[in-house]
């Protein structure tokens, strides 16, 4: 009897991957009833797994299809709370994501997590809610608030909304690190001038809030809004940094000190999914940078978002972030090295060459889903990220700097915050100027569900077409986060519009 052909073993894991995904989109059409074949298969998937032969894949794709359906089922129980509570009164109590904004009617207006039910049941609820209301002066990340209003169904990131609610302050967070962000905030808004300061906040920790909303337009009509939300792309800075700081001096400082800057920015600036997702890929890269492995890019974007849809099947089920993230990302660290190799061979790009080929496989990649959901599209967005994004890190790193002189020195904060003004201004009056291009922003383009669908085939059979013609047998060797990642969601929106 002839002998099973090996199966590579990054072939099993995105087998494995695709098939939870799948499992999660099951879950949300037909609950998983009976599950002891699922065990049958996590057996079989035990006794084969040293083979890596066809079978291996095949439990393996039934075993996590299995998982993915079972996770999701038990996420729909839960989710058919949502829908009984619809257009009805309730009162919850809930943390505070992110600090509260005025916004429409001068309502103070923040999203909620961790939501319980009061009245009319006692239920717990999953997800996050947007609120808007009156009751207190302000409410800040970490605070516990008492919401009273009527629970509406909403499309995007957060499952449903309250507006016009009671709002009652429980309890104020009192972490260090909200206290950290908080003077931190201040010490940057001392230090230099709006909107300068709110858009160093969003380049440092992600925060939109205090951005002025003509700038935040200005932003959204260039393509530029991701370098304001957190996303892959601060995590590479991060990385980068620890590891030129220490490598040659120690592998193993280099690795904690990455960890541990890791864990402070997911402090910082909380677990939002493009965040989450970012630094699954980025902790895997580490580990196997120590160890002095290579990661298929494919594999590495898989894990990534299949541990993140499994903690949270509501990604998979309809995130925006989520999907944007992933997309860009595919076409970062898949499309675009493949794109390079069949342009330049074996000869690396110069940056910027790199940067526009980095910015136009993203931004093929996400197009498709940005226009089927928001139905806008930026004509300029690759010029104006090709003058902005080289100096991102650079002006990070002046924007902690002007920071902390606000939050140490605050005497002469404005003669050390004055590079993070030059180049922070800079890259706000390129936004300004291409926003004013004559039809550089497209907005109400129709784009249906099948034209989404046959671009994604299209773009399918360009990315084959290039592998083909490279003759390579891997899709692209992921570096991330040890460099080249230039951007998160080129077509991100803003959290007002999602």
Sequence with gaps: MPRMKRVRRPVLVIGACVSLGLGLFAARWMALGNAYWVWGCAVLSLVSLRRHNIVTLGCLVLLFFGIGWWRGSEYMQKLTLH??????????????????????????????????????????????????GFGTPMVYRGDIVRVTGKLYPTRGNNLASISFAKLELVAQGKSWIDELRRRFAAGLQSALPEPAASFGLGLLVGQRSTLPEETSDQLRHVGLTHIIAVSGYNVTIIVIACRRLLAKRSKFQATALCVACLVIFLLMTGSSPPIVRASIISMLSIWAWYYGRSIPALVLLLVGAGISALANPLYVWGNVSWYLSFLAFFGVLVVAPLAVKRIYGSREPRLVAGICIETICASLLVAPYALHTFGQVSLVSLVANVLVVPLIPLAMLLALVAGLAGMIVPAIAGWLAWPANWLLTYMLDVANLFDRTPHGFIDRVEFSLPMMIASYLLLAAVCWLLWYKTSSSRLGVANYPLGGIITDSIQSKSKEQM
């Design 83 to 132: 829908q009984s509570l619809h257009l009805q009164k309730v009162t919850l109590i809930g943390r505070a994501t992110e600090d509260a904004v005025y916004g429409k009617r001068s309502q103070l207006e923040f999203s909620l997590s961790n939501s319980m039910v009061i009245r009319p049941k006692t239920a717990q609820l999953v997800g996050d809610l947007t609120v808007r």
